[in-house]
């Protein structure tokens, strides 16, 4: 068809398709084409499919153009629209990410799908004057569960938590929603927050009244050694927020995270609070999001995804763990939800507060170039003491079962006082080596490799008999014999934390023991259902990965054991000291929270690397500060930004030929004088880990002093990488401010 006249006015529709530009279409006929489209769903065939698109823009075409028409409009008002949109268009462009791929990404899967969104679920209840004539002329019966809602509700609103406790008050919900007895509304909020709280201590005060002293938007790190109550500065901060009527936003690195912290906000708030992460159902995900767009939900506590939620009267986010690498999206659309959260917030014009005990080297930088604030919470809050640590030398010991006697004894001890240890090692599985003592065989991933010419050990998962790929998935049955000479003498070498599991199992006998990870939380109620019993008391061992490093509180754990460090000291990544110490320095503040003091042992063969040892001597903000000076001397993040190239595909010559040929784009864009736009290039090389789910990957990296000519040459190169006839041949991504090179 051709459009004439008002048709010359097209809407610019953003489709989730790894395409750089957008499509255009005529409206459907008798349609008017206004600005109100921008922002709403709508139906659009693409070839022979049809997709749910994003309308993104109004535009004139010339009058000869034929369109194709847009099949159906989805949304009466946009459900993408103002700051939301700038925002998630500002990441694509400096993510240099599909914007349809974006939007699709920040939309709930629901709203992906279907045209209608999800029936939403009422927060809060109050009487009418119907109903309170009803009931006053025709009282329920007594005990039954119309009385006991009648008698909720006589005192004012009530969350539906509150009303809805069994299946009777909730067909009682329902009858009189359609009689017209009760309404649906916003939740109350508690007007007794600051009294339910431990009282504050002078620099909790002090960073609540920094934080609330300014108006607009702003940037506080809020620096607190593990234990120092950072939590309840966030609950006093949001207590404000609602008190004034507006929305906050929490983020978590990680699900296990969220009921523990889900169930404090609710209870000291008195509000419900929308939960967003990757394990809920769709439609409970929409519903979460729709209600915090309307603003029904005034507080949303989620993982990475939920700073993509729309926030009608914003006021205040908090990122909780700020330092964390979760919170770095790893495939598709490659954003930090840290970073993307600083943008929304300064487009909203609000105050976002980073919380870390040990914040990333980037966050401490802006600090010290006056981006940010900074409040110090330097205590552990109650009285608490930080733990002693002791470094234990294994050269020359003897390990029969990976642990000393003098850790066996302090195990031993703690049991004996009623208290609680935790064996720290971030290694699932039960051994991840099984090695064939008479000649060195191992089974291995067929599809993985840590060198172009080695194989990847396969970890053994005794539990369950299995061989498994941590890198990508494969899974295979535990072999019986050497594959090599037939030999029956397989080994366990190293330990996972099943094996350790077991290992304490056979030591202590008598001892409650809690394995707690990947492979464990799985089960119904996830980490939670394995750490909520410790919280009531009373003598275990805990064994887990790094999932254990953040977050949780557990008043009764008094002692630390750390393995398998030697490890990380040795990693070759200029990431892996802060990863390291940001690790160790989590572990040792899951101990000695209460009133007890608390105890940290370090088993290690590197007793006296100076990185551990600067560690333990200074602090972690004696490592920050010398880290940040090598990385400066380095020319390395964050005194420089980074753009990671990755391809991959089964055959290494096409992986070499794409990259040849971006290689060879990059390169003809270059400046006549590079001083003027110095990016420099690093590769085509092979990627640290070359194969991986039987992929051949090779990558390409771009490194400049200054962010904005990175950028210009990335609005150049980008264009190109999509138009290279051999982009079709491999799988691709531009990775923006990478913080992992496998």
């Known amino acids: 068809m051709t459009s004439s006249g008002p048709a010359s006015l097209a809407l610019h529709v953003a489709l989730p398709v790894p395409l750089p530009h957008g499509f255009d279409y005529a409206v459907p006929t008798g349609a008017a084409v206004d600005s109100g489209w921008i922002g709403c769903r709508v139906r659009v065939p693409l070839g022979p499919r049809q997709m749910i ?58 709203f992906r799908r279907r045209r209608q969104a999800p029936r939403r679920t009422p927060t809060a209840f109050e009487l009418t004057t119907v109903g309170r004539a009803a009931l006053a002329a025709r009282p329920p019966r007594a005990g039954c569960a119309a009385a006991g809602l009648q008698l909720a509700l006589t005192e004012g609103a009530r969350p539906r938590s509150a009303v809805a406790t069994s299946p009777a008050a909730i067909r009682t919900l329902r009858l009189w929603l359609r009689q017209g007895w009760i309404a649906e509304c916003e939740a109350p909020v508690a007007d007794t927050v600051a009294s339910r709280g431990p009282e504050l201590n002078a620099a909790q005060r ?75 159902a769709a439609g409970a995900r929409a519903g979460v999001w729709q209600d915090a767009a309307q603003g029904r939900l005034r507080v949303v506590l ?91 030398d294994l050269c020359g010991q003897a390990l029969p079962d990976g642990l000393l006697e003098r850790t066996r004894a302090a195990l031993r001890a703690c049991l004996a006082r009623g208290e609680q240890a935790l064996v720290f090692r971030n290694q699932r599985g039960y051994a991840p080596v099984l090695l064939c003592h008479d000649c060195g065989w191992f089974p291995a991933c067929p599809r993985c490799s840590t060198r172009a010419t080695d194989a990847r050990a396969l970890t053994w998962h005794r539990v369950a008999g299995r061989m498994r790929c941590h890198h990508c998935g494969l899974g295979q049955s535990a072999p019986t014999n050497c594959a090599q000479c037939g030999s029956l003498a397989l080994a366990a070498t190293g330990f996972g934390t099943q094996r350790l599991e077991q290992t304490l199992a056979q030591a202590f006998p008598e001892a409650r023991i809690v394995r707690a990870d990947a492979d464990s939380a799985r089960g119904p109620g996830g980490l939670s259902a394995l750490l909520d019993p410790l919280a009531e008391g009373g003598p275990a061992l805990l064994v ?55 105890q940290v042992l370090i088993q290690t063969h590197q007793a006296r690397h100076p990185l551990l040892r600067q560690i333990l001597d200074g602090g972690y903000e004696a490592f920050a500060t010398t880290e940040l000076e090598l990385r400066r001397a380095a020319n390395l993040p964050p005194f420089a930004a980074q753009a990671l190239l990755r ?36 590769g085509p090389l092979p990627a640290p880990q070359p194969r991986r789910a039987g992929y051949v990957r090779g990558q390409v990296l771009l490194e400049s002093p200054r962010r904005a000519d990175l950028h210009a040459r990335l609005q150049l190169w980008v ?15 531009l990775d923006v401010d990478p913080i992992d090179s496998i």
């Open 206 to 280: 002090n960073a609540i009244d920094h934080i609330q002293s300014g108006a607009g938007f702003r940037t506080v790190v809020l620096d607190g050694v593990t234990g120092s109550g950072k939590t309840e500065v966030y609950l006093r901060l949001i207590a404000a927020e609602l008190a004034a009527g507006r929305q906050s936003l929490v983020l978590v690195p990680e699900i296990g995270l969220t009921p523990q912290l889900l169930e404090r906000l609710e209870s000291r708030l008195g509000v419900p609070v929308g939960v967003l992460h990757s394990g809920l």
């Open 719 to 733: 264009p190109r990488l999509h138009a290279l006839p051999s982009a079709r041949q491999v799988r691709w991504s």
């Open 544 to 598: 887990g990965t790094q999932m254990l490093a953040k977050g949780h509180d557990l008043p009764r754990l008094t002692l630390a054991v750390v393995l398998g460090v030697d490890a990380a000291l040795m990693a070759a990544d200029f990431r892996a000291p802060e990863r390291f110490a940001q690790l160790l320095v989590q572990v040792s503040g899951r101990v000695g929270r209460s009133d007890r003091a608390g």
């Open 302 to 392: 989620g993982t990475r995804s939920a700073v993509f939620v729309p926030l009608r009267d914003p006021g205040l986010i908090v990122i909780d763990e700020e330092h964390d690498s979760s919170f770095k999206q790893q495939d598709g659309f490659r954003y930090h939800a840290r970073d993307l959260a600083l943008v929304r917030a300064q487009a909203m014009g609000i105050p976002i507060v980073l919380g870390s005990a040990t914040p990333a080297l980037e966050t401490l930088a802006n600090v010290a170039q006056g981006r940010y604030g900074r409040m110090r919470l330097p205590e552990r809050a109650g009285g608490a003491r930080p733990p002693a640590v002791q470094v234990l």
């Open 53 to 110: 698109g994003v309308v993104v823009d109004v535009r004139p075409v010339p009058d000869t153009q034929a369109l194709r028409r847009i099949e159906a409009r989805l949304d009466a008002t946009p459900i993408l629209g103002g700051e939301l949109l700038r925002s998630l268009t500002w990441a694509a462009q400096y993510y240099q990410h599909p914007l349809g791929e974006v939007l699709a990404t920040a939309l709930p899967a629901w």
């Open 647 to 682: 391809a991959e595909a089964r055959s290494a010559e096409v992986v070499g030929n794409y990259l040849d040929a971006a290689v060879a784009a990059f390169d003809a864009d270059q400046p006549a004088d590079p001083t003027r736009n110095p990016v420099a290039r690093v």
